[in-house]
Structures are given as structure tokens and as C-alpha cells.
């Protein structure tokens, strides 16, 4: 599954988190991480661009939280980012510079990647966002498998064993997710793709796809 590796999905010049997600084979072995990343990274953050606003929670001076946001630590909120009207930031968020984190939107335990954009009701846990990448209205990442299990990541021809029990996405750089669609657990989408809305998505979606419905995947001209 060479496809799905770090490498091939997600541009790291993108991200704060580059530096660790080089030492990652699959983007998904970070998700027991990213908070422990979180509180070096921002240890070590310019007080000049970021301001600390509570224990573990940094946030660029250049950034727009709304005074209704929730913002739990650990967290980094990069610059220029905008976080609205009653957006939900559990914790173990690194979100990039100039993403859009909307109205009632949720993240938990994510790495949005810069310019990412998650703008309207949009729940977001154990995922990583690539580059540029955007989640239309309602859409979600679905992180823990109905019968609990551990997730695994299948293609056509493998399955990948992760060992983890939450996963919900990796969406590689450039991939447009249209409005009420559901990633389930283990969804990885390629760089360059786009989801249809209302879609149910499950697997890896190769790179520069158009993702129809189950079974029915184009390739992008």
C-alpha cells in the first residue's frame, strides 16, 4: 500500500507537525501523538506570533477566534485562521495557517494541515487534513467502528492492520469532501480527489478520483 503512505498523500511543508510526520510510515501512527507533539511544539513557539490563552492552548496573534469558541488544550491555532461562532476544539488540535475551523464545527485529537477548511458543522476527530483540503457542510469523519473493533485500512487488494480503535480520516492534500458525506473509520482519500455529496465512504480512494458511490469510482481528467 504504497499510495497511502505519508509521502504520497501530504505535502509537509504544509505543517507545523513536519518535523515528526517524516518518522511516520502511515499518517494514522501519529494519532497516539499528536498531544504529546502539541505541547513541544508549542513550548517552542515565537511569543512574538503566538499568544498562550490557558494551559497548553497557543494561539497566533494573527488569528480570529470567535469569543463563543471553545478552545481545550492541548491545542495550536495557526496564523490567520479563523475559528467562528461556537466552534468546538476538544483538544489535541494542530490546526494550520489560514483554516477555517466554522459554526459549531468539532475537532479532537486532528492535524488540519494550512489552509484547510472545515467551515460548517463538521466533526473531526483522529483525523489528518492535508493541504488545501476542504469538508463541506455536515460532512464528518466517523472514528470508532460500530462493534468497536480495531480499524483497519482496505483497498482492493489488502488490508492494513492499524492496532488502533479510533480513525476516522486521512484525507491527502487538495481533496474536496461535498456536504453531508460520512467517512467511516479507516477512510484514507488520495491527494487531488473529490467525494460526492451524501456519500457513505469507506477504504482508500485513489489519488485524483472522483469518488461517486460505493463501487463507482472515476478518474479525473
Known amino acids: 500500500m504504497s499510495s497511502i503512505e505519508t509521502r504520497d498523500l501530504l505535502d509537509l511543508t504544509h505543517t507545523l507537525a513536519a518535523p515528526f510526520l517524516r518518522d511516520c510510515r502511515y499518517p494514522w501512527q501519529a494519532f497516539p501523538q ?3 507533539w502539541i505541547r513541544e511544539l508549542g ?5 512574538e506570533e503566538y499568544e498562550q490563552r490557558g494551559e497548553d492552548v497557543w494561539v497566533a496573534r494573527s488569528a480570529k477566534v470567535a469569543p463563543t469558541a471553545f478552545i481545550a488544550g492541548p491545542a495550536i491555532i495557526g496564523p490567520g485562521t479563523e475559528v467562528r461562532h461556537c466552534a ?3 483538544g489535541s488540535a494542530l490546526v494550520g495557517a489560514d483554516c477555517v475551523v466554522g459554526n459549531s464545527t468539532e475537532l479532537k ?3 488540519l494541515f494550512d489552509k484547510v477548511q472545515v467551515p460548517h458543522y463538521n466533526y473531526v476527530g483522529d483525523s489528518i487534513l492535508g493541504y488545501r483540503s476542504h469538508m463541506g457542510a455536515g460532512s464528518i469523519t466517523s472514528n470508532v467502528k460500530s462493534d468497536k473493533t480495531l480499524v483497519a485500512v482496505r483497498s482492493k487488494d489488502e488490508i492494513l492492520e492499524t492496532g488502533l480503535k479510533k480513525f476516522g480520516a486521512v484525507l491527502g492534500d487538495s481533496v474536496e469532501v461535498g456536504c453531508n458525506s460520512v467517512l467511516n473509520p479507516g477512510t484514507v482519500v488520495g491527494p487531488g480527489s473529490t467525494v460526492y455529496p451524501l456519500s457513505m465512504v469507506r477504504g482508500v480512494i485513489p489519488p485524483n478520483s472522483i469518488y461517486k458511490c460505493a463501487g463507482e469510482i472515476a478518474v479525473k481528467k
Not at 513550548?43 to 511569543?47: E, K, N, V
Open 34 to 36: 499528536i498531544s504529546g
Open 43 to 47: 513550548a517552542a513557539l515565537s511569543a
Open 109 to 111: 485529537n486532528v492535524i
Open 88 to 90: 468546538f476544539i476538544r
